[in-house]
C-alpha cells in the first residue's frame, strides 16, 4: 500500500480503518468476506464524518485543509487516489484505456465527451454494449457553468459586509444518483461553495448546496483591513473526481468610513 501504518500499530481500530481505506482507494479486493463487511461498514461512515470535519475545519477559517477534505469524499466515493485519472470513473476503462486517451491528449471525461465520435470509439477499443454503458454515465457525469458576482464591488470598505451571488446551471436535468460502483451505498451528489484567499489559507465563507438543474446562491464574510485581495471561489464536489471548477477573484477594500454622529459626539464632549 502507498501509505505505511504509523508506528505499525496494527492491532488498533485506526489502523484496520487506514488499510481498509487505502485498499478502496487502490481497488484491491480484500482477502476475506469479513474484511470486506468491515470496509462495507467503515466507507458510509467516512463519507459522513468527511462533511462533520469540512464543518469544523471551515469554521475554524482553513482553507487548504477543508479542500483537501472535500478531496477526500471524492476519493472514498469512487474508491480512487486523488492522483489517478479521472477516466477511471468511468464503467469498463482500464490502465490501459487511461494511456491511450493520454496518448490522444485526453485527460478527463469532458475532453473524453468533446472527441469525435469515431475518434472516440477509436481510444475507447470497447464493444458497443460497454460503449452505450460509458456514454450512460458520461451523461451523468456533472457539468455545471458557474456565473458570480460581487454585490457592489467598487464601494466595499473594511468592516463592510461582502456579498457574492453565484448562479450554477447544469446541463443535465436534475441530479441523478452518484455512479460509484465501488460504494456500498447508493449516494446523492453533493457540492460545496467556497470563498478563500490561497495566499493565507484563509476560507472566508462556505455553503453546502444540493443541484438540481439550476441553483442561486449568495456567500457572504466581512471585508478585511483596506487593501488589494486575491480571492479564489471553488465549486467542489463530494462525489466525483475532476469536475472541481475554482475562479479568480479579485476585490479592493477601501478604508473604513468614519461614524458622523462618533464625531459629532467627541466635537460636542471638547466643546464641554
Known sequence: LPLSVA???FHEPAAKVHVLLQCHFSRRKLPTADLARDQAEVLPKAARLLQA????ISS????KPALACMELSQMVTQALWDRDSPLLQ???????VVKRCAEAEVDGIFELMDLEDDRRVEILALPPAKLADVARVCNRYPNVDVA??????EEVAAGDAVVVHVSLTRD???APEVHAPYFPKPKDEGWWLVVGDPKTDG???IKRVSLQQKAKVKLDFVAPDAGEYNYMLYLMCDSYLGCDQEYEMPLTVGE?????EDDEGEEGEGDD
Not at 53 to 56: F, G, S
Not at 60 to 63: I, V
Not at 256 to 260: G, K, L, S, Y
Open 90 to 96: 468511468l464503467p469498463h476503462v482500464t490502465e490501459a
Open 60 to 63: 475554524n477559517g482553513w482553507l
Open 148 to 153: 458570480f458576482e460581487v454585490e457592489d464591488a
Open 203 to 205: 476560507l472566508v465563507s
Open 172 to 174: 443535465a436535468e436534475g
Open 7 to 9: 508506528g505499525g500499530r
Open 53 to 56: 470535519m469540512v464543518d469544523v
Open 256 to 260: 473604513a468610513e468614519e461614524d458622523d
